[in-house]
């Protein structure tokens, strides 16, 4: 029998918009919990529409999304200083889990929540999801009886919410290892559809992008609004040190737009057809004529001709490159 209304209890749930976390809030919901899911933004997610797609699962199982911005925390805090280090790229994935849970219970008393849950499977990812990474995370952010992993509960130690009874640990799951069968089965069953994220998960899993973050501290200090810019385009490190981004296409170009701040000079073409391109704000005299030629040389032009570039407030008069190879030398390696 579910409690009423005054004996409700209320979880907040780690939400990443994947189908782990969804369905562990469907476990505990059912039950008559009241679930709040929350999902922490740590700046490397790598898609828009993820807010969409997160709000139409918590819509599909009927919880209330909340967000929180914690990007200048963690590069501050987490990101270059992970005290269990970094998985195959640039994630530091127990750090980073142990530092969510722990600002989810600091949010704790404000929600009037009594524990938390999670989408954690034991087994299932090589970093962050063994048993021992477990442990490690619930130690790093003291949440060990009141975090509830639903979908793997029935092979971890009883917590608070179950043995206190809040939520019946026999109707929660067992679930060990990367085969997702028993999850893809059970959505199916609750008619969850769409369940897929779209465009992929957390950069810092992926190579290229690591890589790109790898090269630019060896430059810069990371900032917040610096994330963006990493996101997109061609990347070059010029002669003198200059970061230089150019756009490929359209949404690049956009993107690129989007992300410029006070860092960075907006470079475009006066006279012709061209990508736009952000370069650092403090480039020498020669990067930032490399950089108008470089990117003149990826607009519709001919190197036949001279063409006027916009490089922050100042315009430059520049021939491109009789083709993109002396270009493609300022590329980042990757
Ligand atoms: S994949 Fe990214 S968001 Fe997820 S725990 Fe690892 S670093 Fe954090």
């Not at 993820?50 to 990101?79: F, P, S």
């Not at 690129?256 to 952000?278: D, F, Q």
């Given at each position: 029998?579910?409690?009423?209304?005054?004996?409700?209890?209320?979880?907040?749930?780690?939400?990443?918009?994947?189908?782990?976390?969804?369905?562990?809030?469907?476990?505990?919901?059912?039950?008559?919990?009241?679930?709040?899911?929350?999902?922490?933004?740590?700046?490397?997610?790598?898609?828009?529409?993820?807010?969409?797609?997160?709000?139409?699962?918590?819509?599909?199982?009927?919880?209330?999304?909340?967000?929180?911005?914690?990007?200048?925390?963690?590069?501050?805090?987490?990101?270059?200083?992970?005290?269990?280090?970094?998985?195959?790229?640039?994630?530091?994935?127990?750090?980073?889990?142990?530092?969510?849970?722990?600002?989810?219970?600091?949010?704790?008393?404000?929600?009037?929540?009594?524990?938390?849950?999670?989408?954690?499977?034991?087994?299932?990812?090589?970093?962050?999801?063994?048993?021992?990474?477990?442990?490690?995370?619930?130690?790093?952010?003291?949440?060990?009886?009141?975090?509830?992993?639903?979908?793997?509960?029935?092979?971890?130690?009883?917590?608070?919410?179950?043995?206190?009874?809040?939520?019946?640990?026999?109707?929660?799951?067992?679930?060990?290892?990367?085969?997702?069968?028993?999850?893809?089965?059970?959505?199916?069953?609750i008619g969850l559809k769409d369940f897929e994220k779209p465009g992929g998960g957390c950069l810092l899993t992926d190579e290229n992008f690591s890589k790109k973050?790898?090269?630019?501290?060896?430059?810069?200090?990371?900032?917040?609004?610096?994330i963006a810019l990493l996101k997109c385009g061609r990347h070059l490190r010029l002669p003198d040190g200059a970061k230089l981004v150019v756009g490929r296409h359209?949404?690049?170009?956009?993107?690129?737009?989007?992300?410029?701040?006070?860092?960075?000079?907006?470079?475009?073409?006066?006279?012709?057809?061209?990508?736009?391109?952000?370069?650092?704000?403090?480039?020498?005299?020669?990067?930032?004529?490399?950089?108008?030629?470089?990117?003149?040389?990826?607009?519709k032009t001919n190197p036949e001709e001279r063409y006027e570039v916009q490089v922050g407030e100042e315009v430059l008069t520049v021939r491109p490159f009789d083709?993109?190879?002396?270009?493609?030398?300022?590329?980042?390696?990757?």
């Open positions: 029998m579910n409690p009423t209304k005054s004996e409700k209890r209320r979880a907040i749930a780690l939400f990443s918009g994947g189908l782990d976390s969804t369905l562990a809030i469907w476990l505990v919901k059912r039950q008559g919990v009241e679930v709040v899911a929350l999902n922490i933004d740590i700046g490397f997610g790598s898609t828009k529409s993820k807010l969409e797609h997160m709000q139409n699962m918590c819509d599909q199982v009927g919880v209330e999304l909340r967000t929180l911005d914690i990007r200048d925390q963690y590069l501050r805090e987490i990101l270059f200083n992970p005290k269990y280090g970094y998985g195959k790229n640039f994630n530091p994935c127990i750090d980073c889990h142990g530092n969510m849970f722990k600002i989810a219970k600091e949010l704790m008393a404000p929600w009037e929540a009594d524990f938390l849950i999670s989408g954690e499977v034991v087994g299932q990812r090589p970093m962050s999801q063994r048993r021992d990474a477990l442990d490690l995370v619930t130690g790093l952010s003291e949440t060990s009886d009141i975090l509830l992993r639903p979908l793997s509960a029935k092979v971890l130690p009883p917590t608070l919410p179950e043995r206190e009874g809040w939520v019946d640990r026999e109707q929660l799951l067992g679930i060990t290892g990367r085969s997702r069968d028993v999850q893809l089965k059970l959505a199916e069953e973050l790898a090269e630019f501290i060896k430059y810069d200090t990371l900032e917040v609004e610096d359209k949404e690049d170009n956009e993107m690129i737009l989007a992300a410029l701040s006070p860092k960075y000079l907006k470079i475009r073409l006066l006279n012709a057809t061209g990508p736009v391109a952000a370069l650092s704000a403090n480039a020498t005299k020669a990067d930032r004529e490399l950089a108008a030629r470089i990117t003149a040389t990826y607009g083709s993109k190879a002396p270009c493609q030398r300022y590329f980042i390696n990757l």
